[in-house]
């Protein structure tokens, strides 16, 4: 049972433009979402991430948004960037368990 | 944050034989994280490793295939042992630091076994 996925693995979007990444849970006791983004050859680095008790965050050029009754999150990127083309995975974070749980991630790329 | 490298990038490995990944933390951490990342696929933690006791194994990995020590605050081991063509990966440590929610990963080490 893959409890955080994104459906999309690849997203290809025009430089300037919005890309939005998908994410869906099904476990009601994740209380922090969090977006990562890998280049190749490179290890994860964190993004953004939203407490359970909001439903938006923006930092920048990205805003991360919770929909708790739909157990769904999205990230947006605005404008796209040609550097912002990575592979973005989405966790979710149970803190009486203490670890995170890892969507399969979206490749995205933004054409210049 | 935290600068974490890893020991080897890369490496080509023959069946049946073992490998052992370095993990080093430019400042002392409580919680190393081990974790496998198999092609096209997600990331899977393998095992939480706390200095000074046994790192806590997650479903399906078992201490005898993927022992890990952790002997102080800066630094851990883990090792793929007795490997098979479906131990291929990549192998990522990742710490915690500040909110416990945010890691911080290490580059990884391609594993390809052959």
């Known amino acids: 049972d893959q409890q955080v996925k994104q459906n999309s693995p690849s997203l290809s979007v025009q430089e300037g433009r919005i890309s939005i990444l998908n994410c869906d849970y099904t476990?009601?006791?994740?209380?922090?979402f969090l977006w990562y983004k890998k280049y190749p050859a490179e290890g994860p680095t964190f993004l953004i991430s939203?407490?359970?008790?909001?439903d938006k965050n923006e930092d920048g050029r990205f805003t991360v948004f919770l929909n708790k009754s739909a157990k769904h999150l999205s990230l947006h990127i605005v404008p796209s960037q040609p550097g912002d083309s990575a592979v973005y995975f989405c966790?979710?974070?149970?803190?009486?368990?203490?670890?995170?749980?890892f969507g399969d991630g979206t490749t995205l790329t933004v054409k210049p | 944050s935290a600068v974490i490298s890893q020991k080897p990038s890369r490496d080509i490995c023959q069946r049946g034989t073992s490998l052992t990944i370095q993990c080093q933390v430019d400042?002392?951490?409580?919680?190393m994280f081990w974790y496998r990342q198999q092609p096209g696929q997600s990331l899977t933690l393998i095992a939480t490793?706390?200095?000074?006791?046994?790192?806590?194994?997650e479903s399906g990995f078992v201490i005898d295939k993927f022992p890990i020590s952790r002997p102080n605050l800066t630094f851990s081991t883990l090792t793929v042992s007795n490997m098979s063509p479906e131990d291929s990966s990549i192998y990522l440590c990742?710490?915690?630091?500040?909110?416990?929610?945010?890691?911080?990963f290490g580059p990884g080490t391609r594993l390809t076994v052959t």
């Open positions: 966790a979710a974070y149970n803190t009486n368990a203490g670890k995170s749980t």
């Open positions: 400042s002392q951490v409580t919680m």
């Open positions: 939203i407490s359970s008790i909001k």
């Open positions: 476990n009601s006791m994740f209380d922090y």
């Open positions: 490793a706390n200095q000074g006791s046994e790192a806590t194994y």
């Open positions: 990742s710490v915690e630091i500040g909110r416990g929610y945010e890691q911080y």
